[in-house]
């Protein structure tokens, strides 16, 4: 059996929850106490280059906030502030909640600021390296 990997079985929260619930869940809530995490508010400060204009670090175009979402019909944020090395490498997937909090709370030297079309290319990439590896995983058992 390799450590880490959730087993499915419901262990957390009264028998309800798999520690992969369990897990999404904590590091949710790690995720919104990011937003008072001055390195990340700073990111944002930096990438304003102008009345309501943000520089996207990775397609380097100037970029409104929010945009409207056609399919969805409503405004959604169209600025991210991203870890350029990920919180958890998904090649190799979740390890320690040290390496969690450390991830998730990084210096400026490891965030950038994404407009939504690249944030959601590089959430893509990432979560194809993490369903290869979850595969991979599956076949050597
Ligand atoms: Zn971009």
Same mark, same amino acid.
Request: glycine share 8%.
């Given at each position: 059996?390799?450590?880490?990997?959730?087993?499915?079985?419901?262990?957390?929260?009264?028998?309800?929850?798999?520690?992969?619930?369990?897990?999404?869940?904590?590091?949710?809530?790690?995720?919104?106490?990011?937003?008072?995490?001055?390195?990340?508010?700073?990111?944002?400060?930096?990438?304003?280059?102008?009345?309501?204009?943000?520089?996207?670090?990775?397609?380097?175009? #100037? %970029?409104?906030?929010?945009?409207?979402? $056609?399919?969805?019909?409503?405004?959604?944020?169209?600025?991210?502030?991203?870890? &350029? /090395?990920?919180?958890?490498?998904?090649?190799?997937?979740?390890?320690?909640?040290? #390496? %969690?909090?450390?991830?998730?709370?990084? $210096?400026?030297?490891?965030?950038?600021?994404?407009?939504?079309?690249?944030?959601? &290319? /590089?959430?893509?990439?990432?979560?194809?390296?993490?369903?290869?590896?979850?595969?991979?995983?599956?076949?050597?058992?």
């Amino acid at each position: 059996m390799s450590r880490g990997r959730p087993s499915g079985e419901k262990t957390r929260c009264g028998g309800l929850w798999t520690e992969a619930r369990f897990r999404s869940f904590v590091k949710g809530n790690l995720r919104s106490a990011t937003r008072k995490w001055q390195p990340i508010q700073q990111c944002k400060k930096n990438a304003h280059v102008g009345r309501g204009i943000y520089m996207c670090n990775g397609c380097k175009q #100037e %970029v409104p906030p929010t945009i409207v979402d $056609e399919d969805k019909r409503k405004r959604v944020t169209n600025i991210f502030v991203d870890h &350029i /090395k990920p919180i958890v490498d998904p090649e190799v997937g979740f390890t320690t909640w040290d #390496e %969690v909090i450390e991830g998730m709370f990084c $210096e400026s030297d490891n965030l950038q600021l994404l407009c939504k079309k690249c944030h959601d &290319i /590089k959430c893509e990439e990432e979560k194809a390296l993490a369903t290869k590896r979850r595969k991979g995983s599956i076949d050597e058992e």
